[in-house]
């Protein structure tokens, strides 16, 4: 029983206690019960796409919001894992199992070249050059159609399993795990590993973090590596379960919905780009099938995403947090914006008052 009362004080103190852990857990909690409330596969798939989109988009966070290393063509490693894959199954007969984890090596292979040029480059020049990079992989592709498909790229690639809901259930897994793996690697308190705040010192000034000792060239090859590695993952899954792999998982404004999704949600956060990812991506899909909903639902999405950066510049998950979390000034944990006094050591905490213009 005291193990158990251990448990429950542990969950109280470092879950509940936290706004915006207690939104993680009930939005995890639905994920996974979201098969249990409906068994329509159109918005299952509507899910599953999503939370592949959202690993995606939070694998180019870790790159280029943590490490201010701008990739503006990030569909490089999503494109090239699902090629991999879709191309060893179909080719080599390998299970979804071998494929998925081979491409993402593959993927990590080619960040690992394409992290070349970040020893040298930064800002819009290293954005420039990495947006090449899908462009000249789209060349080989179009010139090996025999291998590759060329336009129509490769089909009949295997599921994931056998049914939509076990398909679900294992997208909705390796998310999760992955999600939260790369949140503690980020992690800036984490006193075991140290890469999210040697992360944070490169993007902040790369100068300064050198001269005090950083092997600054190869965090950011780790970063480069661990980038494309949940990218390629993201699209191993994807060619699975779409069962195919063609040139649009390479096109540049695939590149740049990662970059609006992050945006919009909140940029090196981790948390950010899945919020973006699972309210702009369900609302273009449901505005699809619409009445004209095909010709607005860009309109609308630009709409969306101006007016939220216009009102929430640093992001939507960001700014809502920020209306449920205060930080203690004295030992910096955590508290509810319903306390008055820090849960931790007592101090006052500050009232946040409502601006009036």
């Known amino acids: 029983m005291n193990y158990l009362y251990m448990f429950y004080n542990w969950i109280k103190q470092a879950i509940f206690a936290i706004p915006g852990r207690v939104i993680a857990l009930v939005f ?21 796409l999503s939370t592949i989109f959202a690993l995606f988009a939070v694998s180019w966070d870790l790159l280029s919001g943590f490490t201010g290393q701008l990739n503006l063509g990030h569909a490089l490693f999503f494109g090239v894992s699902a090629y991999a894959a879709g191309l060893l199954n179909i080719h080599l007969h390998y299970s979804p199992w071998i494929t ?31 947006l090449t990079f899908p462009l000249i992989l789209l060349g080989i592709f179009f010139a090996f159609p025999m291998q590759t498909g060329g336009e129509l790229g490769i089909s ?93 998982a390479l096109e ?12 919009f949600g909140g940029i090196t956060t981790i948390y950010g780009p899945v919020v973006g990812v699972f309210i702009l991506y369900p609302l ?14 860009y309109i609308i999405f630009g709409v969306v995403l101006i007016a939220t950066l216009m009102i929430m510049p640093e992001g939507l998950a960001v700014w809502v947090l920020d209306k449920l979390e205060i930080e203690c ?23 946040k008052k409502k601006t009036t213009v």
């Open 156 to 248: 009949g690639i295997d599921r994931l399993a056998s049914s939509r809901v076990a398909e679900y259930y294992i997208v909705a897994v390796i998310f999760t795990v992955s999600v939260l793996l790369i949140w503690k690697l980020t992690d800036t308190k984490n006193k075991v590993i140290r890469l999210g705040i040697l992360l944070h010192a490169i993007r902040e000034d790369e100068i300064t973090a050198r001269a005090s000792g950083i092997n600054t060239t190869l965090q950011k090859f780790i970063a480069f590596a661990l980038s494309a590695f949940f990218a390629g993952i993201a699209g191993g899954l994807y060619a699975h379960y779409m069962r195919i792999a063609t040139p649009a």
């Open 252 to 263: 540049l404004f695939f590149s740049f919905q990662a970059i609006l999704w992050t945006i």
């Open 28 to 48: 995890f909690i639905a994920l996974f019960c979201a098969p249990l409330i409906t068994k329509s596969e159109y918005f299952l798939g509507i899910i599953v």
């Open 284 to 297: 273009l899909e449901l505005l699809s099938g619409v009445p004209w909903g095909e010709q607005l639902r």
């Open 100 to 130: 998925i984890p081979l491409g993402a090596l593959v993927a990590v292979a080619v960040g690992l070249v394409v992290g070349v040029p970040a020893l040298r480059l930064r800002g819009f020049y290293l954005g420039l050059v990495t």
């Open 329 to 351: 000034p004295r030992c910096k944990l955590i508290n509810a914006f319903t306390r008055k006094k820090c849960r931790a050591c007592r101090a006052p905490l500050r009232i």
